[in-house]
């Protein structure tokens, strides 16, 4: 398997600018989550999806920021308008779900600066 | 008070030493426990998890779990220099995981 897989890797945009961020967890995973890491707050959870339903969107920062998964295979983080406060690295990670397997499976990041 | 708390470091320790890295979390409820490594520019991987009090090993890593003291530890015996890296301790509640900032560690020829 390919693992977990991110686009793009990185992304200079303005302030301003709409953001998209993409990501495909590994076939079978029911589970998928956006994080975003900072120096000054590490890695933080901002949305999770369980077979493409949104079940907890609480660590979304402000209505800026809209996530989408419009099937199994893909999902989007969108960031309208970009602000420089949200430069940081975005994970997306899946998990199978299996009651006995807890590991979640980390994609490569996008690392996102915006000017 | 955050939810996970690790020191941040740098922990500084020579080759072929015992590293020890810290982390206290806040819900006593907690079940499930991770630590994960991070290399410098790359995502998390999972390197130990631990559900129940006591220790638990694999290959030089131990994971100790205090559950009374909510306190997780994660021992690397010999440290190499391929074990510099940020360790994140994480800490499951439902599906999620709140993980903590981080302990950086080098290890030092």
């Known amino acids: 398997d390919a693992g977990v897989i991110q686009s793009p890797r990185h992304e200079v945009t303005e302030m301003g600018q709409e953001v998209t961020l993409r990501c495909k967890p590994i076939?079978?995973?029911?589970?998928l989550f956006w994080y975003r890491q900072t120096m000054m707050r590490g890695l933080e959870l901002l949305i999770y999806f369980n077979n493409n339903v949104p079940i907890d969107d609480s660590g979304m920062p402000e209505d800026r920021f809209s996530a989408k998964m419009p099937n199994a295979s893909f999902s989007t983080l969108k960031i309208q308008p970009s602000e420089p406060r949200d430069s940081a690295v975005y994970f997306c990670a899946s998990n199978p779900g299996l009651a006995g397997i807890r590991e979640q499976f980390f994609g490569p990041g996008t690392r996102l600066t915006v000017l | 008070q955050k939810e996970v708390e690790q020191n941040s470091g740098p922990l500084s320790v020579p080759e072929g030493a015992i590293a020890s890295l810290n982390c206290t979390y806040s819900d006593r409820g907690s079940q499930s426990f991770f630590w994960y490594r991070q290399y410098s520019g790359k995502s998390p991987e999972l390197i130990m998890s631990?559900?129940?009090?006591g220790d638990k090993e694999d290959g030089r890593f131990t994971a100790q779990l205090n559950k009374a003291s909510q306190y997780v530890s994660l021992l690397i015996r010999d440290s190499q220099p391929s074990d510099s890296a940020t360790y994140l301790c994480?800490?499951?509640?439902?599906?999620?995981?709140?993980f903590g900032t981080g302990t950086q560690l080098k290890v030092e020829l």
């Open positions: 631990i559900y129940s009090n």
């Open positions: 994480a800490v499951r509640g439902g599906n999620k995981l709140t």
């Open positions: 076939s079978g995973h029911d589970y």
